[in-house]
């Protein structure tokens, strides 16, 4: 696999100082390329030592984050793209969703398929695991159906039947509600012991592309075709309008993608992928840009923070990959309340 290492100009951060380095990359600014077509989906590790990445290309590259950032594992067996992938809680497990209609389950150790969930109709855009309890992971599909999984067990367990395609699907931090979002615009709550929708959130004007629940499991982050992103209060007894904040600033276009939005591991920052070829990342208390970042030469499909060091990532239909630094705190000066 081809590496090389950027000059920092070309992934330019507000105010940095060139010398001063905040991260432990081997440069403030690497490029991962290897993926013979459009990545539309990456993430980290929960140790922040690996990212995996998911490509048109139908394979799974696992790379070092530290050193020169090898590719070192490709995970082979879906039919079609890649559209999502996850990692379990414990990072020894990914799970990836594909238009082939499955969702399959890697063992990141030996690189083997270690489950192929078949039962949707059409093709599979979005899945997410549960953060506590049995190994859980939903799914969301064209089919029209969200559908529950128990990795040890064959089969789904249940299937939440919906009139309109789901784009993105998500799981409340304490694991009895999923969320899913589609075509028809609402955020819908769901209750996995009563097996129907308790809550519907409008707002969005187009296409749920995205959704990922805070840190702390309080808010729920969307991206939407409608080139917003919003941030709805997940708490139980929250006002009746839970969208507390709107960002925007980013792009969708014709291609359609559904372009990702991520949180920084404390809760400060939010990202999304953009049309635009930019990475945006604002911070969530005044919902400004912090870092508007070019570099990539076609649509960014997905952003990510790492768990625990100020670096982005950032995947393309350029089939590239950047990790770059950005700085520890951010570049404004807030002011005061």
Not at 36 to 59: C, L, W
Not at 305 to 322: A, L, M, N, R
Request: net charge neutral; glycine share 8%; proline share 6%.
């Amino acid at each position: 696999m081809e590496l090389s290492t950027v000059p920092h100009g070309s992934f330019q951060t507000p105010g940095q100082d060139r010398k001063q380095r905040t991260s432990s990359l081997e440069s403030p600014i690497m490029l991962l390329t290897g993926h013979q077509s459009a990545i539309y989906t990456m993430k980290f590790n929960p140790a922040g030592t690996v990212v995996a990445s998911g490509s048109h290309d139908r394979e799974i590259f696992l790379w070092h984050v530290y050193g020169d950032c090898k590719n070192f594992m490709v995970l082979k067996g879906h039919k079609n793209a890649i559209l999502d992938l996850q990692w379990n809680t414990d990072g020894s497990q990914i799970i990836s969703a594909s238009p082939d209609k499955t969702l399959r389950a890697w063992d990141v150790e030996t690189g083997k398929q270690v489950k192929k969930m078949a039962e949707h109709s059409s093709f599979v855009n979005s899945c997410c695991p549960s953060r506590r309890g049995p190994p859980l992971v939903v799914s969301g599909s064209d089919d029209g159906t969200a559908k529950l999984w128990d990795l040890r067990l064959r089969g789904a367990i249940q299937t939440f039947p919906d009139k309109y395609q789901i784009t993105a699907v998500g799981f409340s931090d304490a694991s009895d509600k999923i969320f899913t979002g589609g075509i028809d615009n609402d955020v819908k709550v769901w209750d996995l012991r009563r097996n129907e929708v308790t809550m519907t959130l409008p707002g969005h004007t187009d296409m749920i592309t995205s959704m990922q629940l805070s840190p702390d499991g309080s808010y729920l982050l969307t991206n939407s075709m409608d080139c917003s992103l919003r941030i709805w209060d997940m708490r139980p007894y929250a006002p009746q309008n839970r969208c507390l904040k709107i960002f925007s600033g980013h792009q969708h276009n014709f291609e359609k993608n559904l372009l990702k939005c991520s949180w920084s591991p404390d809760g400060s920052k939010v990202s999304a992928g953009s049309a635009d070829r930019m990475v945006y990342i604002w911070e969530t208390t005044y919902r400004r840009i912090l870092y508007k970042l070019p570099g990539h030469n076609g649509s960014v499909n997905e952003t990510a923070f790492h768990p625990t060091e100020p670096i982005v990532g950032s995947c393309s239909s350029d089939k590239q990959i950047y990790l770059g630094e950005i700085e520890a705190t951010s570049g404004y000066q807030l002011p005061p309340k």
